[in-house]
DNA sequence: TTTTTATTTTGGAACGTTCCAAAAAACAAG
DNA sequence: CTTGTTTTTTGGAACGTTCCAAAATAAAAA
C-alpha cells in the first residue's frame, strides 16, 4: 500500500539557533549573541545573521533559554472571578503592564475555588513563572502562598488582603471609601442607610463595613443591626437583598452595596418592587465599573479604578522580580467618591406622611 | 566592611531529579520513571523516590521536560475584549476544560488592536504553545495566524471567523438567532423593527443583519435601512444608537441589538427618555450573558452560552493537540432565543391613536 | 546449581539556549 | 615586520528533563 490517507505528519523539527549559525557561517555563540542584540558583534555579521534569521523563520525558543538563565519572562496571574467586570478590568490592567515589559502571562480563573486555586498555582510554578498575582478566592490562607514565596518567587496579592502571608499587597481604602460614602448620603438627609451585599468572611466586607458603621456613628445615628444585610456579592445577590428589605416595617432610604454589581442588582429589585432607584431609595454602589456611569440612573460609587489597580499591581510585581529581591510592601489605594444619580435624597415613608 | 545590609540573596539553586536521585540513592532515570507513574519501578523504590520529593520540596520543571520532548502542556488564548461579559465568560469556559486537562494557558487581551494580537501570539509562541485559541481582534487577517499554522500549531479561531485562514473554526448560528428573534418579534405584532450596534466591516455583524433582512422580507416587511443603526458593541454604544433614532419622524417600536451589551444600553437610552424598556418598546439582545436574567427588565436575547462555546473550542483544540494533525474543522454552534420580559408587544405611537 | 526469562535500574546523549574563558582576527603603534 | 591592543568570534560546559539501549538483579525453570 502506497497510498497514505492519513495527513503528512511533519517532523520538521524547530529552526534552531545551530541553523542559523551554520547557514550563516557562525558559531551558535555569535548567533545567540545577535539575539540578544549585544554590541561585540560586527554590523556585517550581525546583519547577515539579521537576514539568516526572518529568512529561515526562526523562532527563539525562551524554554531553553529559561532553563540555562533560571528566570523566565512569565507571570502567572490567578483571579478569584473573571466574569465580574471589576475582575475582569483589573486583569486587563495587569495584561497592559505584563505586555508592554515583555512578558505573558499564564491568566487563570479560581472561581472561588481554593482547590482550583493551589493547583493552577501549582501548574504555574511547575511552568516557570517569575513572579504572581493573585487575588485571592474567599478562604485562601496564607499557607497556600508559602511554598512560592519560600522558594523566592514575588507574589502580590490585590484586592483581598492575606494576612500573614509573605507577600506584598495591593488594596483599595475600603474603609475611607465607605466612609466617605455614608457621609454623602447622610448629607443629603438619609437616616435610615443600609449595607447590602457581601458576607463576613472577607477582609473587604469587614473593611467596608466599619466605615458605615464609623460614619454611622459619628453623625450620631445609631446602628441597625438589621440593616446590614448580607448577600452573594453579585448581581442577583443584589435582588435577593432587597426582596429581604422590602418585608421590613421600617425601611431604610438608601443603601451602601459592597460592590457595583450589587448595586445593579439592588436597582432591579427595587423596580419590579416598583420604586424608582434615585428617587424613592438611594443608592451608592463601590468600584466604579464601567457600565456605571451609562448606567440609568447612572450610578454613583465609590471608584477604585480597577484597571489602574491591576497596572500597579503589575508594576510592582515587575519591580520585585527586576529587583531580585522580595520587599514585602503594602499599598493602600486611596478612592473617591464619584457623586451621579442613583444617590438620591430622601422620600418620606408612608407612615412619615403626617 | 563586615556588616552588608543588603538583603541576602538565595542562590539556593531549585532542588532538581538529581537532587533527588541521590538522596534515594538511584539514578535520574529511576526518579524521571517514578515522576512519570510509570509501572516498570518496583513499589519499594517508587514509595522512597515520593517520599522524598515531597520532603526536598521538589517542584517539577516542565520547561525542561519540553525542551526534550518538544511538546508542551501550554496553550494561548487571546481574546478580543475581555472586559465584555460575553468575552470574559467564554474565556472562563476555556479555563475549566484546559484547567481539568491538566494545561495552563497564556491568556492575553488584545483590546481590539491587531499589532497588538500579532505581539502576543508571537511572544507566546516563543513560550511554547501547544496551540491557540484566538478571538481575532477587528481588522485580523488571514495572514496574521499563518506562521503559527505552518509550524504546525493547530488554531482554533472563535467567535469570529478569519476567512482563508488555516485553522478551526467555532462560530455561533448568528443567522438563524437572528431570523429567529426577528420572527419572535413579529409575532408580538411589531412592525418597526430596528437593528442596533455594531459596525459593518464584521462577520458577526452582517450575519445577524442578514438573518434581520430576511426574517423581515420573509413576512413582508419592507426594508428600511435607517432602522439598521450603527454604534459601537458596547453599553455606551447603546445608548448611543437610541439617541440616533429619537430623531426619526417614524420611530421603530422594537429592536434587535447586536449583542446583550448594546441592549443594555439601549434600555439606559430609553429610560432616559422615559420609555420603559419592554413595555414602550421591545428588546431583543444577543449572547445570554449572565446579567440577562437578573436585568429589570430581564432581558430576552439568543442564547449563545459563551462559556459553553469557550468549552467546546477548548475541546476542539485539545483534540488536535493530541491528534497530532490539523483536521481543518468548522463548527456553527445552534443558539436559541430565550424569551424574558424585554421584547414587549408594541404599544401604539401618540400619531397611530386615532 | 545453571540457564532462561522477567523485572528493574542505569548511564549517557539529546533538546536549544547562555555563559565563560580563551582563541582569532583586525588594527595600531613601534 | 613585530608587538601590543582592541575588536570579534568561538568551543564546550551547563541547565533539568526524557529516551534508549543495555546492564543488573530477581525470579522461574531446568
Known amino acids: 500500500m502506497w497510498l497514505q490517507l492519513g495527513r ?34 560586527n554590523d556585517k555579521t550581525r546583519e547577515k545573521v539579521s537576514a539568516l534569521i526572518n529568512e529561515l523563520g526562526y523562532v527563539y525558543n525562551r ?8 528566570k523566565s519572562k512569565i507571570v502567572g496571574i490567578v483571579v478569584n472571578d473573571l466574569t465580574n467586570s471589576f475582575f475582569a478590568e483589573l486583569a486587563v490592567g495587569m495584561d497592559m503592564v505584563v505586555q508592554s515589559a515583555g512578558y505573558v502571562q499564564f491568566l487563570a480563573h479560581s472561581g472561588e475555588s481554593v482547590d482550583r486555586q493551589r493547583q493552577v ?51 483599595s481604602d475600603n474603609y475611607a471609601g465607605a466612609k466617605a460614602a455614608i457621609r454623602h448620603l447622610i448629607g443629603l438627609g438619609h437616616r435610615r442607610i443600609a449595607f447590602m451585599g457581601g ?11 466599619r466605615g458605615y458603621r464609623d460614619a454611622l456613628s459619628e453623625a450620631g445615628i445609631p446602628l441597625n443591626d438589621n440593616f446590614i444585610i448580607h448577600s452573594a ?21 438608601a443603601a451602601l452595596c459592597l460592590n457595583d454589581a450589587v448595586a445593579f442588582g439592588v436597582c432591579d429589585g427595587l423596580r419590579s418592587n416598583d420604586i424608582e432607584p434615585g428617587k ?10 464601567i457600565e456605571a456611569k451609562t448606567a440609568v440612573p447612572a450610578l454613583t460609587t465609590v471608584s ?26 503594602t499599598i493602600v489605594t486611596s478612592v473617591r467618591l464619584v457623586v451621579r444619580q442613583s444617590c438620591g435624597a430622601p422620600v418620606k415613608q408612608p407612615e412619615e406622611l403626617a
Not at 524554554?63 to 533560571?70: F, V
Not at 458576607?199 to 463595613?209: C, E, G, K, L, P
Open 63 to 70: 524554554g531553553a533559554a529559561n532553563l540555562r538563565q533560571a
Open 304 to 329: 477604585v479604578d480597577p484597571q489602574g489597580m491591576g497596572q500597579r499591581a503589575a508594576q510592582l510585581l515587575l519591580k520585585q522580580i527586576n529587583a531580585g529581591q522580595i520587599d514585602q510592601e
Open 8 to 41: 503528512l505528519h511533519l517532523n520538521r523539527t524547530r529552526t534552531s539557533i545551530v541553523d542559523i549559525a551554520r547557514a550563516a557561517g557562525v558559531s551558535k555563540s555569535t548567533v545567540s549573541l545577535v539575539l540578544q542584540g549585544s554590541p561585540l558583534v
Open 233 to 253: 456579592p453579585s448581581r442577583a445577590g443584589g435582588v435577593a437583598a432587597v426582596e429581604r428589605m422590602m418585608v421590613f416595617s421600617e425601611r431604610p432610604t
Open 121 to 171: 498555582i501549582a501548574s504555574m510554578r511547575e511552568n516557570g513563572i517569575a513572579g504572581l498575582i493573585l487575588s485571592p478566592a474567599r478562604g485562601t490562607e496564607a499557607n497556600d502562598i508559602k511554598p512560592l514565596a519560600d522558594s523566592g518567587i514575588p507574589v502580590v496579592v490585590v484586592v483581598r488582603n492575606l494576612p500573614g502571608a509573605k507577600a506584598s499587597t495591593l488594596v
Open 199 to 209: 458576607f463576613v468572611d472577607t477582609a473587604v466586607f469587614s473593611d467596608r463595613v
Open 280 to 289: 424613592g431609595f438611594g443608592i451608592i454602589g463601590f468600584d466604579d465599573v
